[in-house]
């Protein structure tokens, strides 16, 4: 079972073998595909051309083009139903408060600066652990607020290494 959402509408969707319900009714349509990301459809002797976007994995989203009007849908299969419904899918939007030591190590270099605004997967600093120097990146956007560990700092697992 999946849920997906449009800015303006929600539907539920399942499937069994090759049986498709939209709201608890048959979706009957024929759909033929034109290329990887390109299908042709009918749908209550309607024609649709459908060219697949992107797909966001990270945020569960896809994007279509349909008849040259793109749309959104943001996409939830059955375990972000039950995480929802035992009110656990808030974890993953979880604030960025700080970054801490995955291990022991030394620091080698810091990228970046208080006030900084960083976004996820930017290089925040390099750890030195084992003699293998190690590459921390953001977890997600934020604003630097504090650094608490300076380069040649030796730092234990699980310190506080960055605020923000």
Not at 54 to 80: H, M, R, S
Not at 116 to 140: F, R, Y
């Given at each position: 079972?999946?849920?997906?959402?449009?800015p303006?509408s929600?539907y539920?969707?399942?499937?069994?073998?090759?049986?498709?319900?939209?709201?608890?009714?048959?979706?009957?349509?024929d759909?033929?595909?034109i290329?990887?990301?390109?299908?042709?459809?009918?749908?209550?002797?309607?024609?649709?051309r459908c060219?697949l976007?992107?797909?966001e994995a990270?945020?569960?989203?896809?994007?279509?083009?349909i008849?040259?009007k793109?749309?959104?849908?943001?996409?939830?299969?059955?375990?972000?139903?039950l995480?929802e419904?035992?009110?656990?899918?808030?974890l993953?939007?979880?604030?960025?408060?700080d970054i801490?030591?995955?291990?022991?190590?030394?620091?080698?270099?810091?990228?970046?600066?208080?006030?900084?605004?960083?976004?996820?997967g930017e290089?925040?600093l390099?750890?030195?652990?084992?003699k293998?120097?190690?590459?921390?990146?953001?977890?997600?956007?934020g604003t630097?607020?504090?650094?608490?560990v300076?380069k040649?700092?030796?730092?234990?697992?699980?310190?506080?290494?960055?605020l923000?």
């Amino acid at each position: 079972m999946y849920a997906v959402s449009t800015p303006t509408s929600k539907y539920e969707i399942t499937s069994e073998k090759e049986v498709i319900t939209v709201d608890n009714e048959i979706f009957d349509w024929d759909v033929q595909k034109i290329s990887d990301n390109e299908f042709h459809i009918i749908k209550n002797h309607q024609s649709y051309r459908c060219e697949l976007i992107a797909v966001e994995a990270e945020e569960k989203k896809v994007i279509l083009k349909i008849n040259n009007k793109v749309a959104e849908f943001k996409v939830k299969d059955k375990f972000d139903l039950l995480l929802e419904k035992l009110g656990m899918s808030s974890l993953a939007s979880t604030q960025l408060k700080d970054i801490k030591a995955p291990m022991p190590g030394l620091i080698l270099d810091i990228k970046v600066k208080v006030g900084d605004e960083v976004k996820k997967g930017e290089p925040i600093l390099i750890l030195e652990a084992m003699k293998m120097e190690n590459l921390l990146k953001s977890p997600g956007d934020g604003t630097i607020s504090a650094i608490k560990v300076k380069k040649g700092d030796s730092v234990e697992k699980n310190q506080v290494m960055i605020l923000f």
